[in-house]
């Protein structure tokens, strides 16, 4: 009888340990939603693995229009990557923070509304999640404005692309709001919109000053870490 028992026994243990091998085997992910119906795009979600490896996608308000450039505001979809010492700090953000299971939002003070944040955790050590406007824990705020940081980049390089294509004489100031966004940390992880500077650095169609300003984005870019 013990002898009939023992192999099933073994072949449990070993779907168990299986199970458990795969569960943690899952890799840490942290996401980002931002949402604000005022603002071009009014919502979009940020994932990101510990790997660095992430997406990005993005959805306009429902009053959607053109703007001064009669760009109209369309959703984003497009795979990221997303760089040292941001990624790092992410992580180890979350951790400290008990993967975000925290009280992030503050109560007692009144401050303008500039958007839904979210901050989700999930990994094989734990999960957890918070969602503010505003917090009085500076490195949670921190962490939204990278991240919105990011999203700005994306954003402006889908506005490149479309300028590119159909008003090259535009570049120019986009680009250089770009670069000013760039020195102040309001754009970061440009090398996640290299193709479009690359594209537009390499057209000789295309002024000099703002290809000249691409080269200088694609520059710094590659000597970040």
């Known amino acids: 009888m013990i002898k009939k028992v023992l ?3 073994a072949f449990l243990c070993l779907g168990s340990a299986l199970i458990a091998a795969g569960q943690s085997s899952t890799p840490a992910r942290i996401r ?9 795009p009014s919502n979009y979600v940020l994932d990101i693995n510990e790997d660095g490896t992430g997406h990005f996608r993005s959805a306009p308000g429902s009053a959607a229009a053109p703007d001064a450039e009669g760009i109209t505001p369309q959703p984003l979809e497009t795979d990221i990557k997303i760089n040292e010492p941001l990624r790092g700090i992410l992580f180890k ?3 400290s923070h008990n993967f975000f299971n925290v ?9 303008a509304f500039t958007g839904k944040k979210a901050l989700q955790y999930t990994g094989p050590d734990g999960e957890g999640s918070c969602t503010f406007n505003w917090s ?3 490195q949670l705020m921190k962490l939204a404005d990278d991240l919105i940081a990011v999203a ?4 402006i390089g889908r506005r490149l692309a479309v300028e590119h294509e159909h008003n090259r004489l ?3 100031a986009e680009l250089e709001e770009l670069q000013d966004a760039a020195m102040a940390g309001r754009a970061q992880q440009i090398q996640n919109i290299a193709p479009q500077l690359e594209a537009i650095a390499g057209d000789e169609k295309v002024l000099e000053r703002a290809r000249s300003r691409a080269r200088q984005l694609l520059g710094k870019n590659s000597n970040s870490t």
């Not at 980002?32 to 071009?40: I, R, S, T």
């Not at 009280?103 to 401050?111: G, N, R």
């Open 103 to 111: 009280a992030c939002e503050s109560t007692k003070a009144k401050v």
């Open 7 to 9: 192999p099933g026994l």
């Open 170 to 172: 535009s570049l120019d």
């Open 32 to 40: 980002f939603v931002f949402e604000n119906p005022k603002l071009q």
């Open 93 to 95: 953000t979350a951790r």
């Open 152 to 155: 700005f980049t994306l954003e």
């Open 136 to 138: 009085r824990d500076q």
